[in-house]
């Protein structure tokens, strides 16, 4: 009987290991607060770090979209949070919009951006309530971004330079 639990015991033991192992691999962790960071996103106890949002948020009121863009990502490091990663977006849409042509390298980080966004509230649609942006859910955003990207004859439209940025 108890080689039965010694058995059991073994197999359930080699079978977590492979399931730590495989979840190592499939996350790419480069360190060890990588690992921490996404056994929190994992269990759902992430939490941002709020003072870093708000200054980047402060930056991103001032156009100065880079540096905003690294300040989300020091409050994200795990990429793991909707909101903050909608902003990262709504940061890549201004500074790649133009009056003449978008930068459609701009454009396709993104998008990148808002299609995290989008996976990640996934349960629930996202919507921000920020009077400073013209556009409040990752749809809307996706849709700038997408319509950026794509190439067509409208780009040479002469009246496009008439045009407001959201």
Same mark, same amino acid.
């Given at each position: 009987m108890?080689?039965?639990?010694?058995? &059991?015991? @073994?197999?359930?033991?080699?079978?977590?290991?492979?399931?730590?192992?495989?979840?190592?691999?499939?996350?790419?962790?480069?360190?060890?607060?990588?690992?921490?960071?996404?056994?929190e &996103?994992a269990? @759902?106890?992430?939490?941002?770090?709020?003072?870093?949002? %708000? *200054? @980047?948020?402060?930056?991103?009121?001032?156009?100065?979209?880079? %540096?905003a863009? #690294?300040?989300?990502?020091?409050?994200?490091? %795990?990429?793991?949070?909707?909101?903050?990663q909608?902003?990262?977006a709504?940061?890549?849409?201004?500074?790649?919009?133009?009056?003449?042509?978008?930068?459609? #390298?701009?454009?396709?980080? @993104?998008?990148? *951006?808002?299609?995290?966004?989008?996976?990640? %509230?996934?349960?629930?649609?996202?919507?921000?309530?920020?009077?400073?942006?013209?556009?409040?859910? &990752?749809?809307?955003?996706k849709?700038?971004?997408?319509?950026? &990207?794509?190439?067509?004859?409208?780009?040479?439209?002469?009246?496009?330079?008439?045009?407001?940025?959201?």
């Amino acid at each position: 009987m108890k080689s039965k639990v010694i058995q &059991v015991t @073994g197999l359930a033991l080699t079978i977590a290991y492979a399931a730590f192992i495989i979840w190592i691999y499939a996350t790419e962790p480069r360190t060890f607060k990588d690992v921490a960071n996404s056994a929190e &996103v994992a269990a @759902g106890t992430y939490q941002i770090n709020q003072e870093k949002f %708000a *200054a @980047g948020h402060s930056l991103f009121l001032r156009e100065q979209f880079r %540096a905003a863009r #690294d300040e989300w990502q020091r409050a994200d490091p %795990a990429q793991g949070d909707a909101r903050t990663q909608f902003y990262i977006a709504y940061s890549f849409y201004r500074e790649g919009w133009g009056r003449v042509y978008y930068d459609q #390298d701009l454009f396709k980080q @993104g998008l990148e *951006a808002a299609n995290r966004a989008a996976n990640l %509230a996934s349960t629930a649609p996202l919507t921000i309530d920020d009077p400073n942006l013209n556009m409040h859910t &990752v749809a809307e955003l996706k849709a700038e971004l997408e319509q950026g &990207v794509e190439q067509s004859w409208s780009d040479v439209n002469p009246l496009k330079v008439l045009r407001t940025r959201k």
